[in-house]
C-alpha cells in the first residue's frame, strides 16, 4: 500500500471509532443472531453496527496488491489477503493449499527453523536491483526443504465472524473442555498476545483458537502473522510507547549460501523493515499504542465480519439429531455463543469448541519444536459455520466430500475422532442422508 492511503485509512478508521459509537447509543437493546438466521446476511458481510464506509476501506486493504515497493517478499505465498481468502465473498475459505515441513528429531518435532520452516514460501522474488551495480537473487525455498521428513498441507481457512469467535472468553472454552468426556477431552492452547488493539493488551496469556492448530488468540496477530510470513512484509508497532518488532524479521529462502542478504545484499529491495510504522511514529514517542495501520486495516475488516449465514436444513432437523447422537456435538458443540460487538448483542453459533484433538493419523503432524509426536496430532476443532460456502475439506483440502471427512476421522482408529466415525459408518443411509443434509445448511 502506498504511505497515502494508509494514512487516509487510519484517518478514517478514528472517525469510524467515534460514529459507531454515537450510533449505538439509540440501538442498546437490539440483539442480532448472526448466524442462525436464514438469509440475513451474505458471506463477508459487515456486522450490523459497523461504519459502512470504515469497513470497505479496511476491506480493499485486505484485497490490496502489495508489490516489491511495498516490501513484498523476498520470499511469499500470494501477493494480498483476499487472494487466498477469497471463496464465496472477500474472507471466505480459499484453494490454497500451504505447505508445512519438519522433522523429529531424538523422538520430538522439530520445525527446522534454521532452513526457513516450517512454513515454506513458494515464491521468491527473484533478482532485484537495491542500487546501480548491485545485483540480488531473493532466492527460493527449495522443494523439498534440506532435511525434512514430514510434510503437510494446509488449505485457507474462512476469516468471516473471526470477530465474534475472538470474544469468546476463555473460561467458557476452558468450562467446555472439562465438560468433556477423557475419551475425547480437547486441550486449550495458549498464546501471548502481541499486539494491543481493539479487546487485547500485548502480554496477555489467551486461549489461541484461530487457524488449524489454534495458534493465535486474536485477529490482529494473526494479520501481523500473515502480512509477514505469507507475503513477506514486516511491520513494526508501538504498545505503550515501546517498538514491537516481533513481526519484523523477513523470511529468508532455506537460509541458503546463496541467499541474498549473505551476498552482500540486502534482503529485499526495501532493507530493513518494510513498513516500520514505529520509527513513522517518532519510536513510539509519547507512550503511543497503534498497530501498523495495514495490519490494524486486516484486523478491523476480519473483527466486523458477520458469521456466515445458513442455509435450509432440508432434513427438517433430523439431521441435528443424528449429528448430536453421532457425537459430532462432542466436538462440534452446538453451543450458541452470545458477546457483545459494537454495543450490541451478538448470537452465534460455530460448531467448535476452539479446542485441539488428537486425531490420530488425520493430525498433520506438525508442531512446535520440542513437541511430542501426540501433541502433533492435535487439530482445532474445525468450525463447520459456514460450510455450504466450502469446496476444500481437512486440513490438507483432501476432499470435497462430507462423508469422507467424516470417515478420516477415524484417524487410524485411535484418535479422538473415532468413535464419531465409526457411529457414522454404523448409521443407516437415512440416517447419514439427514446428516449430511444437515451439515449442507451450516
Ligand atoms: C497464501 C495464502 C494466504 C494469504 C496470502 C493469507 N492467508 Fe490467511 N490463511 C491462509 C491459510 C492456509 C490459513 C490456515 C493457516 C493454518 O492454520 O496453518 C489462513 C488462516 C488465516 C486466519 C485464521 C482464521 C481461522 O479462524 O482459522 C486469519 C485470521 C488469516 N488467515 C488472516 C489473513 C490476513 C489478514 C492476511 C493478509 C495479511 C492473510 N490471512 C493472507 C492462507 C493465506
Ligand atoms: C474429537 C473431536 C471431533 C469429533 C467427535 C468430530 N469432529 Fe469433525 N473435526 C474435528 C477436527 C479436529 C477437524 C479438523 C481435522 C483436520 O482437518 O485435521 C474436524 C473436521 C471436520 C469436518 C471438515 C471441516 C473443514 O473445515 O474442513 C467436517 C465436515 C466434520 N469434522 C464433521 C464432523 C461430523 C459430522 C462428526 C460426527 C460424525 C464429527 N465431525 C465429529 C474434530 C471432531
Given at each position: 500500500m502506498t504511505r497515502q492511503m494508509r494514512w487516509a485509512s487510519l484517518v478514517s478508521l478514528g472517525l469510524a471509532v467515534a460514529v459507531g459509537a454515537v450510533g449505538c447509543l439509540g440501538d442498546n437493546d437490539s440483539s442480532d443472531t448472526t448466524s442462525t438466521s436464514i438469509g440475513a446476511v451474505s458471506l463477508g458481510d459487515a456486522l450490523p453496527g459497523t461504519n459502512a464506509t470504515t469497513f470497505a476501506e479496511a476491506k480493499a486493504n485486505f484485497g490490496a496488491t502489495e508489490t516489491q515497493a511495498d516490501g513484498l517478499g523476498p520470499i511469499f505465498n500470494e501477493r494480498s489477503c483476499s487472494a487466498c481468502h477469497s471463496v464465496g465473498a472477500t474472507g471466505g475459505a480459499g484453494q490454497n493449499v500451504e505447505r508445512r515441513y519438519g522433522t523429529l528429531t531424538n523422538g520430538v518435532f522439530n520445525g527446522l527453523a534454521s532452513t526457513g520452516g516450517s512454513l515454506r514460501q513458494l515464491f521468491g522474488i527473484g533478482g532485484f536491483n537495491p542500487s546501480p551495480g548491485l545485483n540480488c537473487q531473493s532466492g527460493t525455498d527449495s522443494n523439498p526443504a534440506p532435511g525434512a521428513t514430514i510434510f503437510a498441507g494446509r488449505v485457507t481457512t474462512p476469516v468471516v465472524g473471526a470477530g465474534l469467535v475472538e470474544l469468546i472468553p476463555d473460561s467458557t472454552i476452558l468450562a467446555i473442555a472439562a465438560a468433556q468426556p477423557a475419551a475425547i477431552r480437547g486441550v486449550a492452547n495458549f498464546d501471548t498476545i502481541h499486539l494491543t488493539d481493539g479487546p487485547f493488551v500485548r502480554g496477555q496469556r489467551r486461549v489461541a483458537r484461530f487457524g488449524w492448530k489454534a495458534v493465535h488468540a486474536s485477529v490482529t496477530d494473526f494479520a501481523g502473522d500473515a502480512y509477514l510470513n505469507e507475503m513477506g512484509i514486516t511491520t513494526t508497532s508501538c504498545d505503550r510507547g515501546s517498538v514491537v518488532t516481533d513481526f519484523a524479521t523477513e523470511n529468508r529462502a532455506n537460509r541458503a549460501a546463496t541467499n541474498a542478504v549473505i551476498n552482500g545484499?540486502?534482503?529485499?529491495?526495501?532493507?530493513?523493515?518494510?513498513?516500520?510504522?514505529?520509527?513513522?511514529?517518532?519510536?513510539?514517542?509519547?507512550?503511543?499504542?497503534?498497530?501498523?495501520?495495514?495490519?490494524?486495516?486486516?484486523?478491523?475488516?476480519?473483527?466486523n465480519s458477520a458469521a456466515p449465514p445458513r442455509a435450509i436444513d432440508n432434513s427438517n432437523g433430523r439431521g441435528l439429531t443424528e449429528f448430536n447422537r453421532e457425537g459430532c456435538n462432542g466436538c462440534h458443540v452446538t453451543t450458541t455463543f452470545t458477546v457483545t460487538i459494537?454495543?450490541?448483542?451478538?448470537?452465534?453459533?460455530?460448531?467448535s469448541d476452539f479446542l485441539t484433538h488428537d486425531m490420530g493419523t488425520l493430525g498433520d503432524g506438525i508442531g512446535n519444536d520440542g513437541d511430542s509426536v501426540a501433541t502433533t496430532r492435535r487439530m482445532r476443532t474445525a468450525p463447520l459455520w459456514g460450510l455450504h460456502?466450502?469446496?476444500?475439506?481437512?486440513?490438507?483440502?483432501?476432499?470435497?466430500?462430507?462423508?469422507?471427512?467424516?470417515?478420516?476421522?477415524?484417524?487410524?482408529?485411535?484418535?479422538?475422532?473415532?468413535?464419531?466415525a465409526a457411529a457414522f459408518a454404523a448409521a443407516t443411509s437415512a440416517q447419514r442422508s439427514d446428516l449430511l443434509l444437515f451439515l449442507s445448511s451450516l
Open positions: 545484499c540486502p534482503d529485499d529491495l526495501k532493507p530493513g523493515v518494510d513498513d516500520d510504522f514505529a520509527e513513522e511514529n517518532n519510536n513510539c514517542a509519547g507512550g503511543l499504542t497503534a498497530v501498523q495501520d495495514d495490519v490494524a486495516n486486516f484486523a478491523f475488516f476480519m473483527r459494537n454495543g450490541r448483542s451478538a448470537s452465534f453459533q460455530p460448531f460456502f466450502r469446496n476444500a475439506l481437512l486440513h490438507d483440502a483432501r476432499t470435497s466430500d462430507k462423508a469422507t471427512a467424516i470417515a478420516a476421522h477415524a484417524g487410524g482408529g485411535n484418535g479422538q475422532g473415532s468413535a464419531a
